[in-house]
């Protein structure tokens, strides 16, 4: 293929200012959130993951469009997708962009966007493009929209809503529902989002749990606060609902335990911001060597049995896998 091609011949000049390892930390996220009105609980998880050669990103791939025989698009939950892959950490990936009319449940070319390794064009889109986020151990991970990003940079592309850290206001760009502009920014739910952090080009990890008695989740402008309190200038809001999945296996990898470079999360997010802008957050580092996975949602499209009973099943998953030592 003509982009792993390209990704060869460009390894010499990039690699050298990159760890090889990689770097990993995780952990939780604890405390309370108001959005103008009463403090609601927060519970949830984190991981910063540092990108390497050795620990790289990895997505669903995308289903093969047969649409004239209006075939469903394959849902498999993150969980069961990271234990088919064997990958260190997976969280639910992004939703697919819809036209504004009606769209069976069947991919359409050239719309929606769904993740996948290596696709090599997205046709450009007409008037509010999807966010794009792109992932590479070979660069600059980037957040785009779909009409300006250029997608053989990288290993893996999600579609989902931006989350822009512009002059310090609303950092999202609403959804379109229906053909309208719909804000969600007061809503609290659960979430996904990645985010990169600008100084460093880590990559924040972040999966909020709600719609639970103690865990009531964050509105989009709360889950910006997060992001920024941990040094990210750009991120991509992932599915949320009861969607949103995290799970950190190191037994599925557990030479990467030993070779990845440990992160500490207090170095990462400012204490400070996570208690401003109506958060009231605390992280707490996890141990690499034990697992942390969110707790199953149940609900519709959730599997009824097995290692990922509870969890939904879901339309794209992103997780990170440990290419290095031999296990």
Not at 174 to 200: C, F, H
Not at 295 to 308: M, V
């Amino acid at each position: 293929m003509q982009s792993r091609k390209w990704v060869a011949a460009a390894c010499c000049a990039l690699l050298p200012a990159m760890s090889f390892a990689g770097g990993l930390g995780v952990g939780t996220l604890e405390g309370s959130y108001s959005n103008g009105s009463a403090p609601v609980p927060v519970k949830g998880y984190i991981a910063v993951v540092e990108l390497s050669h050795d620990l790289v990103p990895a997505a669903t791939e995308p289903d093969q469009t047969q649409c004239s025989g209006a075939a469903p698009l394959h849902r498999e939950s993150a969980i069961a997708w990271q234990m088919q892959h064997h990958m260190l950490l997976a969280v639910n990936g992004g939703y697919f962009w819809m036209p504004p009319h009606n769209v069976p449940d069947c991919q359409l070319p050239p719309y929606p966007y769904k993740a996948g390794g290596f696709q090599r064009s997205l046709p450009k889109a007409s008037g509010a493009a999807p966010g794009m986020l792109g992932l590479t151990t070979m660069g600059k991970s980037e957040v785009g929209y779909a009409n300006n990003l250029e997608s053989d940079r990288f290993n893996v592309i999600l579609s989902g809503d931006r989350l822009r850290d512009k002059d310090a206001g609303v950092v999202h760009q609403n959804l379109l529902v229906n053909g309208s502009d719909e804000d969600e920014t007061l809503d609290v739910a659960p979430r996904t989002a990645v985010g990169i952090q600008k100084e460093t080009g880590r990559l924040i990890v972040v999966m909020v749990e709600g719609r639970q008695a103690d865990s009531k989740g964050l509105s989009l402008s709360g889950l910006a606060s997060l992001m920024r309190a941990c040094g990210v200038s750009d991120a991509i809001n992932l599915d949320g609902g009861g969607s949103s999945t995290f799970s950190y296996a190191p037994d599925l990898q557990p030479a990467a335990v030993k070779a990845l470079r440990p992160i500490e999360l207090s170095s990462v997010c400012n204490a400070g911001g996570l208690m401003r802008e109506g958060l009231a957050l605390k992280v707490t580092q996890h141990p690499l060597n034990e697992p942390l996975r969110s707790r199953a949602p149940g609900g519709a499209e959730a599997s009824t049995s097995g290692i990922d009973k509870g969890y939904r099943r879901v339309l794209t998953s992103l997780g990170f896998r440990f290419n290095g030592l031999a296990q």
